[in-house]
């Protein structure tokens, strides 16, 4: 896998800069309101996306996706962590994207159903990852990706630190999981550098084989949105 690429931020004076700056950014730009699913209480931000930070577009995946899905899928890194999400021609993508489409109308809500969004690099308007909300149990769940050409520069935690605070203030979620396998130190380093607290490890079935996994969360208490 060689050496990584460094993150060019590696203190936290200058994470905090980073959120302060999503915080800024990342406000929905639509009605607010309340809205009730399954019987609870929740704050709605109606048509919040996509999601503009820093360096980032994140938005809802379209059909025309499918291409730059199915060469990124296809990464040694993302065939290394992500198995199961490894696409074999065009149409295994789009059969998978127009499912996840589907999930944005019904249930349209990570509770019960995936919601994936993918992110564009803005410089280039390049398509270079996806974040996404699933359930797990009674939780959410948040994965993510990032193009190797574009990995080790923050990416990653810009993302997953926008998605989060988005999914908290949308979905009224009141904390958001994270798995991923022990040995993916990549993806372990960005949770942290998120500011999601490692819960513990244990071994489950994960991307299709029994093994060692990390539990990473982080409370809606003690996310993105404080302060804003
Ligand atoms: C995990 C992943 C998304 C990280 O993306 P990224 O944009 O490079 O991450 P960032 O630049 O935001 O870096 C976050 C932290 O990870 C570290 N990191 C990034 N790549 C690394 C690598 N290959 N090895 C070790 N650490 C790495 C960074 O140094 C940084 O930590 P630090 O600030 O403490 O130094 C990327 O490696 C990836 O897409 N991997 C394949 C898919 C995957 O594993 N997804 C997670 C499944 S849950």
Redesign the pocket.
């Known amino acids: ?1 060689g050496e ?4 060019p ?2 203190n936290s004076m200058q994470l905090t800069a980073l959120r302060a700056q999503l915080m800024l950014s990342v406000r929905p730009q639509g009605a607010h309101g309340t809205g009730r699913m399954t019987g609870t209480e929740y704050p709605v931000s109606f048509n919040p996306l996509p999601l503009d930070t820093r360096s980032l577009l994140i938005r809802q995946v379209v059909l025309d996706d499918a291409r730059d899905l199915l060469v990124l899928s296809n990464e040694q ?2 065939r ?3 198995p199961s999400q490894v696409y074999s021609d065009e149409s295994h993508a789009r059969s998978a994207l127009e499912f996840l489409i589907g999930q944005y109308s019904t249930p349209a809500n990570p509770r019960q159903g995936a919601y994936v969004l993918v992110i564009e690099h803005k410089a280039d308007r390049t398509l270079i ?1 996806h974040v996404g909300l699933s359930p797990i149990d009674d939780d959410v769940e948040i ?5 190797q050409r ?9 993302a997953i630190v926008a998605a989060s605070r988005w999914a908290f203030e949308t979905f009224g979620l009141d904390r958001i999981l ?3 396998s022990s040995a ?4 372990k ?2 949770l ?2 998120a500011e999601f607290a490692h819960q513990g490890d244990k071994v489950m079935r994960f991307q299709g084989t029994e093994q060692s996994v990390s539990v990473y969360a982080l409370s809606a208490l003690s996310g993105p949105e404080v302060g804003a």
């Open positions: 896998m990584p690429n460094r993150a931020y590696n890194m993302f290394a962590w992500l990852g994965g993510f990706a990032i193009a574009y990995q080790g520069h923050g990416l990653a935690v810009e994270s798995i991923t993916n130190i990549a993806s380093r960005a942290v550098r």
